[in-house]
């Protein structure tokens, strides 16, 4: 695989004609708030930064990649301390998981990890790493003890994503942990990337068009090394048919091991033992998030049932209410009667009579 390294241009290549020109000079519109003016005491060079929307400016020869990735716009800028200077590069993404996917395409397996948020490598005196949606690349004129705190600084300092845009892919938290090699995941979100990587499926049997996600990564075996290409559809039926494709497709590389858990499609190919192949592929399974919230019972208002025995509850409120005012009701009358005779209730005087003389 050929070395990869995150590159922004340093020069703006107008090209020939009047509407190559236009088109140039609206690429080269600056950013909006994208790296910082200080931080940490470095103070940005604001005359010779440079910013700009074309993703050809930020990586002439990987700009289909950056496309991919949901590529906005790019700045870069020197940043002074003192004596000491610091080349910034930076790329936003329309989202955290495009800055994931570039991180993942430019990081190289002998790069060293770092303590920056989210995440970061390095490589001697350049740091690569992200925050939120955006993606930094640092060539520092040498390393002190402090580098670490200046760039966590700038990480702090760069403008963050809210909302859905801030969320970053879980599919890569499906990839086993066991015998892993660091700094091997890739994240993918098309064709390009995948041939580009020289991951072992091809875009047309992946199929970009139905909207997958894809991640991968490389393990020690004991006959060397191996590849394990985890893909998400969006449903378990399309995984299916999928996966049906794959297993009837001569690939190269081979023998390759699939397996299927809901919409995860599994590949592994490379130098390992078919018993090693099948017990890491037994760690993939699919977990269907589950909402908590989520209304897990019928609503009591709902429930015809409830309604019916709520029903009769009352006519049985009722007949005890009209029981109990009946009996005290009557005993009132009797026991007043027995007390005060003709003096509340039937008195003489109160009674008519009526009487038909029928002589």
């Known amino acids: 695989m050929k070395n990869r390294i995150f590159v922004l241009a340093s020069t703006i290549v107008v090209a020939l004609g009047s509407s190559a020109l236009g088109s140039s000079a609206l690429a080269s519109q600056p950013s909006t708030n994208l790296l910082p003016s ?10 010779t930064a440079k910013a700009s929307k074309d993703a050809t400016v930020a990586d002439q020869a990987d700009a289909e990649v950056l496309k ?23 790329a936003r993404f329309e989202d955290a998981s495009g800055a994931l996917g570039a991180f993942t395409y430019y990081v190289q397996p002998q790069m060293q990890t770092e303590q920056i948020p989210d995440k970061a490598v390095s490589n001697n005196s350049r740091v690569l790493f992200y925050r939120g949606n955006i993606l930094i690349d640092v060539l520092l004129d040498r390393v002190t003890a402090m580098s670490a705190t200046d760039l966590r600084a700038l990480s702090d300092a760069l403008p963050h ?5 801030s969320a970053l892919p879980a599919l890569a938290s499906n990839l086993p942990k066991q015998s892993f090699l660091a700094n091997t995941g890739r994240y993918v979100m098309g064709p390009v990337a995948l041939g580009r990587l020289g991951l072992p499926l091809p875009a047309n049997l992946v199929d970009f068009t139905k909207g997958p996600e894809l991640v991968s990564g490389k393990y020690r075996s004991s006959w060397g090394e191996a590849n394990l290409i985890l893909i998400e559809y969006p449903t378990p039926q399309i995984a299916a048919e999928r996966l ?17 858990s809901g919409p995860l499609v599994a590949a592994m190919n490379g130098n390992i033992p078919e018993g090693e192949a099948q017990s890491l592929l037994a760690s993939v399974n699919y977990d269907a998030e589950v909402t908590w919230n989520q209304r897990t019972k019928p609503n009591a208002k709902d429930n015809i049932g409830n309604l019916i025995v709520a029903v009769f509850a009352l006519i049985a409120i009722i007949l005890v209410v009209a029981l109990v005012m009946g009996v005290a009701f009557g005993g009132i009358r009797v026991l007043v009667k027995k007390i005060f005779p003709d003096r509340v209730f039937d ?12 002589k």
């Open 161 to 165: 994503p809210h909302g859905s845009s």
């Open 38 to 47: 200080s931080f940490n005491g470095w103070q940005k060079n604001t005359t």
């Open 347 to 358: 008195r003489s005087e109160d009674v008519e009579i009526i009487r038909l003389n029928l």
């Open 244 to 260: 049906r494709t794959m297993q009837a497709a001569a690939l190269p590389g081979g023998p390759f091991y699939f397996k299927r």
């Open 68 to 90: 991919e990735y949901g590529f906005s716009d790019m700045e870069r800028a020197t940043y002074v301390r003192d004596d000491r200077k610091m080349q910034v590069k930076a």
